[in-house]
């Protein structure tokens, strides 16, 4: 199967990503980024990319990187350190799995601004629940 | 001036807020609320409600709690654990401020389904500006 | 059996609590205390109550809560926000579950100095492996 | 300045790392390692290293490569996922800064054991005090 059809795939069922305007880019195992172009709708009461919105795109670069090996995986938390503010243009997120176990995996997400400085960190948590992602 | 004014006045602000169609219900001195109406929008891949779209409820009243003092205060940093996934209904956030010093606060958000089970833990960080708010 | 005894031996168990002077007071269903006395050997480079030391004495409230139901659970992860500096006197944290589901359960463990100000706020989630604690 | 001197620089001014036996190995700009060997004294109720000394090893490389350019920081909070138990053998644990601006800088610390396997993955923030750190 083609890698750049699975991502595209991922952001199509993902109805939050779609209605918010995130896409996977990239999608490998253990491995994925997700991009997302910001608009007046992800800006929050001071005129900035609201924190919600770049943990969200952060989120799904998780979700890809998670479920990457085919094998249903459910976010049990994650947290972010927010850097640097994004007024505009494209945002990047890069998730890498860092440890895992038979049961629950980690991955470390750096977001990027369109100049590629890192302005958030993201750590996820999943339980792996064994059965087929797709 | 009018609490529940407040509230309103802060949603309209937030455009990403209004975008995804949470609003801010109740704002008091370092404490909020927020709610979301679940529909096809905010579901992730497997039909849940989305990590992103809990965590953007959450991140609001987190917002809104840690402006009620008309102090400038931006978030640092959060973590969420989400432990019961939501299909649909109306959810509500409620923040409360825990420990606070003259530069930083951290809140508690608990986030609770419509039949009112605590369904995810958020626990956010401000830094305060010091400059005022509104 | 008595609480106290359940707290008493609870402590006794963990070497590294016993190690760096941290004791459970207190253990009920979903709820525990622990205190913890700073010392010269609590301190960081730059003579305050380290962050190591003020985490380590909310696991060991944490543990105790999480286990309270003489269930076997190993924590996941954890995050703790320090926002006052400790420098002397009895620490004592305190963790209450906040949600739980089959296989998860959360704890917000608050961390108070001897004014009972609270200093730092801790979230922590563990995993329910099903056997017995004891 | 020699580097390897400030690492037991570092490490002899804090008192609780030394008490429990972490010492600095490494530190360059933005950048340190720590060890432990695991003893008796660091293990929990269930025989396995405690997740407060995992902790504190992570947190000692964190501090150290957060005060690594000569500035004083603090830190504000931090995030630990565990993955895999460890109980014996040497630990270490490797910081990285991941982003940061003028006021705060994120790190994340990857904790290995003696198989250099990753079993721990840490994520702090400081605030930067702007003073000297020595």
């Known amino acids: 199967m083609d890698e750049s059809n699975d991502a595209s795939w991922f952001t199509s069922r993902d109805l939050f990503a779609v209605h918010i305007g995130c896409s996977v880019t990239r999608m490998e195992e ?3 980024e997700a991009e997302m172009e910001i608009g007046q709708q992800h800006k929050n009461g001071v005129g900035l990319a ?3 919105a770049i ?3 952060a989120d799904l670069a998780f979700a890809a990187a998670s479920n990457s090996r085919r094998e ?3 976010a049990i938390n994650a947290t972010i350190s927010y850097m640097r503010p994004i007024t505009s243009g494209r945002v990047r997120a890069e998730a ?3 440890a895992s176990n038979r049961k629950l995996a980690t991955y470390v997400v750096t977001i990027y601004d369109e100049q590629e ?3 958030a960190v993201f750590q996820g948590t999943v339980f792996k629940k064994g059965g087929n992602a797709s």
Do not use: I
């Open 30 to 32: 253990g491995y994925a």
């Open 50 to 52: 609201h924190g919600g």
């Open 55 to 57: 943990y969200s795109l």
């Open 72 to 74: 249903t995986a459910v």
């Open 96 to 98: 890498r799995e860092s």
């Open 117 to 119: 400085t890192p302005c």
